[in-house]
């Protein structure tokens, strides 16, 4: 029987269906009103979350891709809805997320005259996204779906973009729907697994680097085995924490932004470093200052998903192209190490521990215990969601994740991310506690979201942490151009009265103890739940306060 005639945009929604997509996120356009009237037919297969700002739904369509490692699907219109789309695109990229962003584009009988709104999506996003294209014709539709979401997820995972021609959408064509894809696997060779055996049963000063995507519960619990057997400690890179229970012994810390000195001096130390899935960025390194370019001291041992990841900045003395789950499952439980590494993992546990005790800061909200207090009230598998801002290193320092996609943070270091990763969150996880921690700052990037986490009833608790200022720019204005504030004061809106405005609950907290029971609260207002703290200007950071910032950028300012 030959296939039936269908539009271009049903072709397309079918063969969403078809690769098991279970959400789309959107802000509408006209120039694709025929994928939307599709999407009315799967309404209850494949609902459609519709978005007040196209940066919102691209996020939320990333940290769909990070809660369940298929790829976030995101629809948005030409030009100006494309443009504003940029963020998430950027952050899927940064973070090997697995996204695809369908931009509505003009049709082929105006195509080439800038018409309205008219952008080529192959250029505009060549350099971002890891593969950006037009569909010209809809017969193709299921052979460009098929390897967009092979693309997004394979390898080294990233953002696709796919150009959809307004005629094309509302021609017809008949063709067969692709069937479902998963990503490609890769694993390591016999020889590569004797060699890395043979490193850490030799090492003295071992650290385990873990990061990047391609995770599953099998890797982590395989993390956990293999780190057990080998007593290594294992360390996570920035916004990785979820990957290893932060609570087990062998757990050593996180490396980024603020990592601990004794942790970046293991990482100076170790004799053999082994990073699996870390692409070993800017970030991981220490602005590349840990390790020496382009031949690290450690013996490197590289296992990333990614061959073009291999040794792009860090010779390593084994490269293994494997996802994280194939090559543990391969490492399997050899036997133990030196019996001076084994000590190595435990004094690397007690340094994390003392890492995370509380210091007093100035004024009356105290983060430190704030956040102490949801590691103990929060279950193991809620989800917390945070943007870039000094107001996310108490979370990142303090709070124990224990359970593998229970963090969602821009590895790229954008802001806004966490009211829409929250609400991205709260839809594909609709029983569990989400979290969503921002600053005042970052949370007025994508505040208008709220409207969408009310719209359909997410009972989320957002947190805003208002201390009056881009509080990280202004602390390294402080370093740098001390005494000179300019262009990172902000004057905020009562944001308990903005959020009740949404429909949610809210409530302004300012001294630490209230916070617990205006927490509980939040949790039983069963809709959208906003606290506003307000913290003081002077605990800019975790160990300085502005006042102590400003004096050493003085003091460093007469030595120079
Ligand atoms: C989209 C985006 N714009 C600008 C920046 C630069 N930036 C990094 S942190 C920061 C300030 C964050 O302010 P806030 O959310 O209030 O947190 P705070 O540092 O005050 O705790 C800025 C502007 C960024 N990372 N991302
Ligand atoms: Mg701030």
């Not at 952008?119 to 779906?145: F, H, L, N």
């Amino acid at each position: 029987m030959p296939a039936p005639s269908r539009t271009g945009g049903e072709i397309l929604v079918a063969n969403l269906v078809a690769q098991g997509s279970t959400h789309a996120f959107c802000v509408p356009g006209e120039s694709y009103l025929a994928v939307l009237d599709a999407l009315y037919e799967v309404r209850e297969t494949l609902p459609l979350v519709v978005c007040r700002q196209e940066g919102g739904a691209a996020y939320m369509a990333e940290a769909y891709g990070k809660l369940t490692g298929r790829p976030g699907i995101a629809f948005v219109t030409r030009g100006p809805g494309a443009s504003n789309a940029a963020i998430g695109i950027h952050t899927a990229a940064q973070d090997s997320t697995p996204m695809i962003v369908f931009v509505g584009q003009v049709g082929g009988d105006f195509v080439d005259r800038e018409a309205f709104q008219e952008i080529d999506y192959r250029r505009m996003y060549g350099s971002v996204a890891k593969w950006a294209a037009q569909i010209d014709r809809a017969e193709r539709i299921p052979e460009y779906v098929a390897h967009a979401y092979r693309t997004a997820m394979s390898g080294r995972p990233g953002p696709v973009v796919l150009a959809l021609p307004e005629d094309m959408l509302a021609s017809r064509a008949s063709c067969v729907d692709a069937p479902r894809v998963e990503p490609v696997e890769a694993s390591p060779s016999v020889d590569q697994i004797a060699a890395a055996r043979e490193f850490l049963a030799a090492a003295k000063r071992p650290l385990v680097l873990v990061g990047g995507s391609r995770w599953d519960d099998d890797a982590c619990a395989a993390l956990r085995s293999f780190a057990e057997a080998y007593d290594l400690p294992v360390a996570c890179s920035f916004r990785h924490q979820h990957l290893f229970d932060n609570r087990h012994a062998n757990y050593a810390g996180d490396i980024g932004i603020g990592v601990s000195p004794k942790l970046a001096a293991r990482v100076r130390d170790a004799d053999v470093l082994l990073a699996i899935g870390e692409r070993l960025g800017e970030i991981t390194t220490g602005g590349y200052a840990l390790l020496d370019v382009p031949l690290p001291a450690p013996t490197l041992i590289h296992v990333h998903p990614g061959p073009d990841e291999l040794g792009r900045v860090y010779q390593p003395a084994l490269a293994i192209a494997a996802t994280p789950g194939a090559f543990l499952a391969a490492m399997g439980l050899a036997p133990r190490p030196q019996l001076e590494a084994r000590k190595y993992a435990a004094a690397a546990h007690a340094e994390y521990e003392a890492w995370r005790a509380p210091q007093p800061v100035p004024g009356d909200l105290d983060l430190w215990q704030i956040v102490r207090w949801l590691d103990g009230r929060l279950p193991d598998d809620a989800i917390l969601a945070n943007g870039a801002g000094n107001y996310a290193t108490w979370l990142q320092r303090v709070y124990r994740y224990r359970r593998f996609r229970t963090q969602l943070g821009p590895y790229s270091g954008a802001m806004g991310y966490g009211v829409p990763a929250a609400i991205a969150a709260k839809v594909v996880h609709p029983e569990r506690i989400v979290v969503s921690w921002n600053g005042d700052g970052c949370f007025l990037m994508n505040g208008q979201e709220l409207a969408t986490a009310s719209q359909y009833g997410l009972d989320i608790v957002f947190i805003v942490i208002d201390n009056g200022m881009y509080g990280t720019i202004r602390m390294h204005q402080e370093r740098a151009y001390p005494a000179r504030v300019y262009g990172t004061a902000l004057a905020n809106p009562d944001f308990a009265a903005l959020a009740r405005a949404y429909g949610a609950h809210a409530e302004t907290v300012t001294h630490t103890a209230e916070f617990a029971p205006a927490f509980d609260r939040a949790l039983a207002a069963q809709r959208p739940a906003l606290l506003h703290l307000k913290l003081d200007p002077q605990a800019l950071t975790m160990s300085a306060s502005l006042d102590e910032l400003r004096a050493q950028g003085l003091a460093a300012r007469r030595c120079r």
